[in-house]
């Protein structure tokens, strides 16, 4: 999967009216913007341009989309931006997001120090009501330590990395999880209408971001593994064998949400099928303020207040 | 694809239509796509009025935005499936009515006497349930705690890996029949015989599979992935006890097929209630299910041992007495005191009134295994007498003292109360220098042996 220039343009045919489209390369969809027909590109398929294996179809409308990013903006904290809530949604695009579904066996070793606790019964010394120095005993709780060190194998699946260079994993990771059952082999049936994008990522790339994700969830997962009844320590190194990583589209919803015309906007991810919304809520300033305010103001009364009454 | 595709990573086979291994998730050969040579367009065009169709979210489907036309895409596949081997019945109806009525007469003494002449065949059903014949290899790694290599807690960890191997594990999937019901037929039949072709009764029925595909093989990889954490639990782990077990399975060349089962579903009635047996289809041996017990045999055992406990409570409590008043002899001897003579025929009794040990007979110290008085809950090194008397209950409280008060010695002598003690300590002279307390008796392995 090599990335296609963004910034590249290719001339296509319009089939409805014979318009000429110049659309970005990495553009598997048109629309003519004199008939609205849309328009499914067919690239050379070749190891620059992969043909998606899968996709998964949205299954949110528009509508049902636009009221996940109002619930999303009223959701954020009493100093995001109050423009956010009245931010008109009328860029809402439909996108289906170019991703690796990577998948592996992951082989790990690991090596930590398990605690295996008891109870002793201790004798010592202290002083009673009368002065006297006694002899008492308690129940303490002691931990006996242990190195161990073993081997974990397991299947590492539905690792999804992203494999557009616009939409960070991160950011795509926050409106995770799809859906996987509903994973159907691409065709272009499912992206007509819809603006569908070729990876911009080189693969290599892609795979590193999924190997770092699937490690994530190794580390994740050791923990629970150990046995004991607590651990430090823990060490591991994962080997990832037999790897394969799917191109596969998913259903995104993005918006740019202008909450002040003097600012850029922010740019909101819906997930196409979920509805898991994710954005970077601007902060008020103003609103920082007035709360900064507000705060030393009650702070001075009160050491007014205590002032006064000493 | 072709049926006997296999996954890369796992060797599992691949059905058709699967878009991953439902197993390791490796993703199945996708078809060519895409053309040579320059970028092409296509619309996708309504078949009723042929404008420009878009995909849409709300039908999840291609449709036509002019005459509202939904174009149909190809669904996703997770069929319900159908049995594909059926082991052949070897038992025909009248050979399960046969071995339904051997069943009956072997069932023992509390059953009613005229259960075989008095029962009648209702329901007589030969039935194909189905399940899943499952080949597989494990690798199974495990952690765990054990009381093996314990040092100052009661744990130690442990960790390991072990390569597992199922061959023709037989899954029910039968709605009809319970687990338990299954896992007693399962081991008689002959998993060689299965073949395509149904042999046995015309009226034989065959029962669906009434699971998906993907929750089939939910179903079958949960039930290898528990199956393997119990071989680890029973083989793998060391030591006696365990906790915390951790068990990660990695599956590989999972395969399954559907196989049905010969059985025979019986009902006959017996005194106007019904009961359900299952004939196995194979094996006129094997015969399970309900039959009725015989209330008055049991009544009667129950009074006759009722009545047997009677009588042997009131001969123990005529044959017993109040402590007090028995007066056991006893023999001193330089190092070690012999009982001659126990409260009960000879059995001493711990404070549940288990008996927890013989006396032994006059002489026998020092060679036979004996008995040592009065010194239980004393730990090595600790006087016998002459301290607080340790945890006592009035049925084995037995008075005694030693030779000399606060020295780790013998016990000097024993008796059932403490006049008695008292009286046996001063005709010994040791009136001054010991003293008597209540201990319970124990059995010591020799005569010189010691706490």
């Known amino acids: ?310 | 694809m072709s049926a006997d595709t296999r996954c890369e990573r796992c060797g599992s086979p691949l059905e058709v239509h699967d878009l991953r291994c439902a197993v390791c998730a490796w993703p199945s050969p996708a078809q060519a796509h895409g053309q040579t040579g320059v970028p092409a367009t296509r619309v996708l065009r309504c078949d009723a009025c042929g404008a420009a169709v878009e995909y849409a979210a709300d039908t999840g489907a291609p449709r036509c935005g002019f005459c509202g036309a939904v174009t149909r895409l190809e669904e996703l596949v997770d069929p319900l499936e159908q049995a594909e081997s059926f082991l052949p019945f070897r038992v025909d109806a009248e050979g399960a009515r046969r071995a339904l009525s051997a069943w009956l007469s072997s069932l023992g003494w509390f059953r009613p006497s005229d259960l075989v002449t008095g029962a009648t065949v209702q329901l007589l059903r030969p039935l194909w349930w189905v399940g899943w014949l499952v080949d597989a290899t494990v690798e199974a790694s495990w952690t765990a705690d054990s009381d093996s290599g314990a040092r100052y807690a009661a744990w130690a960890p442990h960790a390991g890996t072990c390569p597992l191997s199922f061959s023709r594990m037989l899954i029910p999937a039968t709605r009809g029949l319970s687990m338990a019901e299954c896992q007693q037929l399962a081991p008689r039949f002959d998993m060689a015989l299965d073949g395509a072709e149904r042999s046995g009764p015309d009226d034989a029925i065959v029962e669906q599979f009434d699971v998906q595909r993907s929750g089939a093989r939910l179903m079958v990889m949960d039930i290898i992935r528990r199956q393997a954490a119990d071989i680890v639990t029973r083989q793998a782990i060391p030591g006696t006890r365990f906790r915390n077990l951790h068990v990660e399975v990695l599956l590989q060349g999972l395969t399954t097929r559907r196989v049905a089962l010969p059985t025979y579903v019986m009902a006959y009635s017996y005194k106007k209630r019904q009961y359900r047996v299952l004939v196995h289809g194979q094996d006129v041996s094997g015969v399970f299910g309900s039959a009725p017990y015989s209330l008055t045999k049991i009544a009667a055992v129950a009074a006759t041992s009722l009545g047997a406990l009677g009588v042997a409570a009131i001969i123990a409590l005529n044959s017993g007495g109040d402590e007090t008043d028995r007066q056991p002899t006893a023999t001193t001897t330089s190092n070690a005191t012999v009982a001659t003579q126990t409260p009960d025929a000879g059995a001493l009794v711990d404070a549940g009134g288990v008996a927890v040990g013989t006396a032994p007979a006059p002489g026998d110290a020092g060679t036979a295994p004996s008995l040592q008085w009065c010194a239980a809950g004393l730990r090595r090194g600790e006087t016998l007498c002459g301290g607080s008397p340790p945890r006592a209950t009035p049925r084995t409280r037995w008075w005694c003292f030693d030779g000399a008060v606060g020295s780790a010695g013998t016990v000097a002598t024993c008796a059932v109360n403490a006049r008695v003690c008292n009286a046996a300590r001063a005709s010994t002279g040791l009136n001054g220098t010991s003293a008597c307390v209540a201990r319970r008796a124990i059995t010591l392995p020799t005569a010189r042996g010691t706490q």
Request: proline share 5%; hydrophobic share 45%; glycine share 4%.
């Open chain 1, 1 to 310: 999967m090599n990335p296609a220039a963004a910034d590249h343009t290719v001339e296509v045919q319009c089939q409805t009216c014979g318009a000429q489209l110049v659309i970005p390369v990495v553009r598997r969809t048109a629309r003519c913007p004199y008939c609205a027909s849309s328009t499914i590109v067919e690239h050379a398929a070749g190891a620059d341009r992969p043909t998606p294996d899968f996709a998964i179809a949205f299954s949110l409308t528009r509508d049902a989309a636009k009221a996940c990013v109002r619930r999303w903006a009223k959701t954020q904290s009493i100093f995001a931006h109050g423009g956010l809530r009245t931010a008109s949604l009328d860029e809402m695009t439909g996108l289906y997001v170019p991703a690796l579904l990577y998948s592996a066996l992951a082989r790990t070793d690991y090596a930590a120090l398990i605690g295996e606790r008891y109870t002793e019964i201790e004798t010592y010394w202290t002083t009673d009501a009368n002065g006297r120095a006694v002899q008492r005993t308690r129940v303490v709780t002691k931990t006996d330590w242990f190195p161990l060190s073993g081997q974990h194998a397991t299947y590492v699946t539905d690792v999804l990395a992203t494999a557009a260079r616009g939409i960070p994993n991160d950011e795509l990771e926050m409106i995770e999880p799809f859906d996987l059952r509903l994973l159907r082999r691409y065709e272009s049936a499912v992206v007509s209408g819809w603006e569908a994008e070729d990876p911009t990522l080189h693969r290599d790339e892609c795979m590193a971001l999924a190997r770092q994700e699937a490690t994530n969830s190794i580390a994740r997962l050791l923990p629970a593994f150990m046995p004991g009844d607590e651990h430090q320590n823990l060490q591991f190194s994962t080997r990832f064998e037999r790897e394969s990583g799917a191109l596969t589209l998913l259903p995104v919803w993005v918006t740019a949400m202008r909450y002040d015309p003097r600012k850029p906007p922010v740019r909101v991810l819906v997930n196409g099928q979920t509805g898991a919304t994710t954005g970077q809520a601007p902060v008020s300033w103003k609103r920082v303020a007035i709360a900064f305010s507000v705060a030393a103001a009650i702070l001075m009364l009160i050491v007014i207040l205590v002032a006064r009454s000493q």
